[in-house]
């Protein structure tokens, strides 16, 4: 990343802000047609209809009912047919994309009371259904007395070789399974579950708890003994799923163009993924419920990608499999992606390039939020997500996301403190006003990007 291209980002992202805090004037008017206000009726079609309830009732069946949904496992499967199947009843055309995925090593952390938390499990632990049984103890300053038939909770050391040593340490003791409680975040949020990296074999089980699964257990045991009972799986030959509905323009020729709203459905081990990324599947179901009413002059795919989490894989999958010709008739590619955080440094939902640069995605959203009045969407430079396998096969594409930026160079950015983690819940971290918002923007932007062939054109 040069110098120069972040300071561009930096210039147009400052132009783009005082366009929209002067009003939509210069802004929203290359845009609109002759008669001026078709633009705005247009944009009504959309938002009179799209309804953040609606879209949050899919971030609560996926984050609540199913739950956790780690890529290539059961759970991201019962994701994609839950996809599939609203999909199907709006009248969609629907297609599943399996492509494979590297082994889970997953371990599961159960109360008495049945609860159950899910963790990584390191692969050269124990790795066994057979559960261990145990009390908790909490080990400070490696005082390992009395840990002899316990499960032993750490808080984990700052490097690998730090986190292994305190490993042997507890083994040593006679400790029945370890917990390392992960750290903060590198990103100012709380901790997430990790598979810890070892290299001897144990014979017990050693899981990688979130920070806040750490939190959770000491509080428990000052109200009394905690006892859990261990059980870890190895899931191999995996698949994970892009699941793919297809809106075919009103009439097809060579020329017809395509444009794609596309969301990862799976989340990370251990997080129910309210926001990460339900929010975004939720909008574009929602959104997808309002576009069946309305013809278009182009072809529009909603794309649910499997593993984002696991390093972008079903964006990459699916981007592998394009021929040139099927890159080349891609016009824009829209991927909202944690679009609903209450979060309140938050502050702003920004269409992220990465390079910052703008493209037909982030100038149709921030015309249409200038239409609307609605001064919440910014243009930003960010990688991190689906948007990037679009942007390196040369598509147009940028990511949908609820930030608050205090400065690009370097770049001081908030998220919410409980991404990634057991509290990325509808409770703890959803907005329906953020969702509305994006539901508004994302919407209008994408309904004039596709609705008509050329831009000013009606
Ligand atoms: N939703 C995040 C991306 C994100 C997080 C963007 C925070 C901006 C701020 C996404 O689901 C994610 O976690 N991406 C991974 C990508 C990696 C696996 C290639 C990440 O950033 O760690
Ligand atoms: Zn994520």
Do not use: C
Not at 211 to 239: C, F, N, P, R
Not at 272 to 301: I, Q
Not at 394 to 404: D, N, R, S, T, V
Not at 408 to 428: C, G
Request: aromatic content about 8%; overall charge negative.
């Amino acid at each position: 990343m040069s110098k120069n291209s972040r300071r561009s980002s930096k210039i147009l992202a400052a132009a783009l802000a005082a366009s929209l805090a002067f009003g939509s004037v210069g802004y929203a008017a290359p845009l609109s047609n002759e008669n001026g206000k078709s633009s705005h009726s247009q944009d009504q079609k959309i938002i009179a209809r799209v309804n953040a309830e609606r879209a949050i009732e899919h971030v609560r069946y996926l984050s609540e009912e199913i739950g956790t949904r780690p890529g290539g496992l059961e759970n991201e499967k019962k994701s994609a047919e839950y996809i599939a199947n609203t999909l199907k009843s709006y009248g969609y055309d629907v297609e599943f994309q399996y492509f494979p995925v590297a082994d889970q090593f997953i371990g599961s952390a159960s109360f008495e009371d049945e609860t159950v938390w899910e963790m990584g499990a390191a692969p050269n632990g124990a790795i066994s259904d057979t559960p261990v049984h145990a009390e908790v103890i909490f080990v400070e300053n490696e005082d390992f007395q009395g840990a002899e038939g316990k499960i032993v909770l750490l808080a984990r050391a700052d490097s690998t070789a730090g986190y292994r040593e305190q490993v042997a340490k507890a083994v040593e003791a006679g400790a029945a399974g370890v917990i390392l409680q992960s750290l903060v975040g590198s990103r100012g949020n709380y901790g997430q579950t990790f598979n810890p990296n070892l290299t001897a074999e144990y014979d017990i089980p050693v899981f990688g708890a979130s920070y806040i699964h750490g939190e959770w257990l000491k509080e428990q045991m000052e109200k009394g003994a905690v006892e859990l009972s261990l059980t870890a799986k190895h899931y191999k030959d995996l698949k994970s799923v892009n699941v793919i509905a297809t809106k075919e323009a009103k009439s097809k020729d060579e020329d017809t163009k395509e444009v794609i709203l596309g969301a990862h459905h799976d989340s990370v081990v251990g997080a129910p993924g309210a926001n990460d990324n339900a929010s975004g599947v939720g909008l574009m179901l929602e959104l997808a419920r309002v576009y069946k009413g309305y013809n278009t002059d182009k072809t529009l795919k909603f794309i649910a990608f499997g593993s984002e989490e696991r390093g972008l894989l079903g964006a990459r999958y699916y981007v592998d499999q394009l021929t040139e010709t099927q890159k080349d008739q891609i016009e824009a590619v829209f991927v909202p992606d944690m679009v609903a955080t209450n979060y309140a440094k938050a502050t702003n939902l920004y269409a992220m390039t990465p390079d910052g640069s703008q493209n037909i995605v982030t100038s149709s959203t921030g015309e249409a939020g200038a239409r609307l009045g609605n001064s919440d969407i910014l243009p930003g430079k960010f990688g991190s997500s689906d948007h990037v396998p679009f942007h390196n096969a040369g598509i147009p594409a940028a990511l949908f996301i609820w930030m608050g930026i205090d400065s690009w160079d370097p770049l001081v950015y908030h998220i919410e403190k409980v991404y990634h983690t057991p509290q990325d819940t509808i409770e703890d971290n959803i907005s329906a006003e953020r969702m509305q918002s994006a539901l508004d923007i994302i919407g209008s932007g994408l309904f004039d990007v596709v609705r008509k062939k050329t831009q000013g054109n009606n």
